[in-house]
Structure formats: structure tokens, C-alpha cells
């Protein structure tokens, strides 16, 4: 099964929940069941790495990331089995792009797995370090139970 998260430029939010969905799957064995990627549904970042302040969150809170920024592409539908949105306005991006309609049941916000509750992964660009940890604290209890989700949905498949 294949992953896309998705946020706006593809350097804050999207790259670090592929990274921590990405560590989790490493630590439980199950990198070789799944697979994962991120984009942003803009164009700004193409090719450059994630934001410095990402970075060096994900690594103060023992995650690696390995990624080059990149934008969403129609393509992408066919890609991937599930595509999860950071928040609302990516959403409504991702489902203006030509064919998303036929593959809106794999459309969802990230936060639809978030055990505390709904709504967006609010974007840490502009803010503070604080603000980076939080968006990490939200992604880290989302990707547990998207995981949590996917081992069990597998399972019943088999």
C-alpha cells in the first residue's frame, strides 16, 4: 500500500509526516508492507530539501528525514492507494486537480486518524519552534493510528 501526504510547499508538514510514518513503519517491521512519499500542491519548493526548522525537530525527537520536495501531480491518483491532506485548503486543492473526482474515496485530511480530534495540521512555517513540536505532537498520534488503521485493514484483506 502506498502513502502520499500532502501539505502546501512540501518542506514543513508533509515531509515530516512521511518521515515519522516512514520510522514508525521501520520500527514495527512493516517497511517492506508499505511505502510513502509527500508533495505539496504548490510549486514553490520543487527540489529543495525541508524546512531547517523540520529538520532539526524531527531529529531532536529521533527522526530522519530524506526528502526533495516535490508538487502534486495528477498522476499521483493512480499512484497511490491513500492521500491524506494536511488541512482543509490542501484538501480543496488536491480535489480541483483534473481526475481527483474519480479518486476521492482515497482523499482524506491527515487528521481524520488524529485520536484528539479533527480539523487541520496548522502550518509552523511562519511560527516558532513550539509551533514546529506541536505540528510533530499531531502527526506523531495521527501516523500511530493511520498505522494502527492500515495493519489492521491489511490484515482483513488476507
Given amino acids: 500500500m502506498k502513502i502520499l501526504f500532502v501539505c502546501l510547499g512540501n518542506i514543513c508538514r508533509s515531509p515530516l509526516a512521511e518521515a515519522i510514518f516512514k520510522h514508525k513503519l521501520q520500527n514495527k517491521n512493516l517497511a517492506q508492507s508499505f511505502s510513502a512519499d509527500s508533495c505539496g500542491t504548490a510549486n514553490y519548493h520543487v527540489g529543495g530539501t525541508p524546512d531547517p526548522r523540520t529538520i532539526r525537530n524531527a531529529r531532536k525527537n529521533g527522526v530522519g528525514i530524506n526528502h526533495l520536495g ?3 501531480s495528477p498522476n499521483d491518483f ?8 494536511m488541512d482543509g485548503s490542501n484538501l480543496q486543492n488536491i480535489l480541483r486537480l483534473p481526475g481527483a473526482y474519480l479518486q476521492a474515496h482515497k ?8 485520536p484528539d480530534g ?6 509552523p512555517y511562519y511560527g516558532t519552534e513550539p ?26 484483506e488476507t
Fill in 70 to 72: 516535490r508538487q502534486l
Fill in 78 to 85: 493512480e499512484n497511490f492507494d491513500l492521500i491524506l491532506a
Fill in 107 to 114: 482523499i482524506k485530511l491527515m487528521r481524520d486518524y488524529d
Fill in 118 to 123: 479533527r480539523g487541520d495540521v496548522p502550518d
Fill in 131 to 156: 509551533d514546529f513540536q506541536a505540528v510533530f505532537e499531531i502527526l506523531d498520534r495521527s501516523v500511530d493510528q493511520l498505522v494502527t488503521s492500515l495493519v489492521k485493514q491489511k490484515s482483513n
